[in-house]
């Protein structure tokens, strides 16, 4: 059974930081290309950070200096360190694991910056 469960969202003051954690179990995730995605109320949901089996990352330009996406093959996780939270950083915030043609999600977690 695929699970992928994400953890350490929270309340925080802009310029605060967070490290989200997604953990896995039910795939070989080491094979697997893992994101983060984004939803924010009434927008759709985006691309934050990706990683991929060989531990390339890429960003998106409104997180680039801020997030740090990372993986741990032997926990079987992936994890988003986020600095300089801003208010717009506010949104649900979701692990993605992907090998085609899989694609796995997490149920969210939620991120709110404010003061």
């Known amino acids: 059974q695929v699970q992928l469960v994400e953890s350490g969202g929270g309340s925080v003051q802009p310029g605060g930081s967070l490290r989200l954690s997604c953990a896995t179990s039910g795939f070989t995730f080491s094979g697997y290309d893992m994101a983060w995605y984004r939803q924010a109320p009434g927008k759709q949901r985006e691309l934050v950070a990706t990683?991929?089996?060989?531990?390339?990352?890429n960003y998106a330009d409104s997180v680039k200096g801020r997030f740090t996406i990372s993986r741990d093959n032997a926990k079987s996780s992936v994890y988003l360190q986020m600095i300089s939270l801003k208010p717009e950083d506010t949104a649900v915030y979701y692990c993605?694991?992907?090998?085609?043609?899989?694609?796995?999600w997490g149920q969210g977690t939620q991120v709110t910056v404010s003061s």
């Open positions: 993605r694991a992907a090998w085609r043609p899989n694609v796995y």
């Open positions: 990683i991929t089996s060989r531990a390339t990352t």
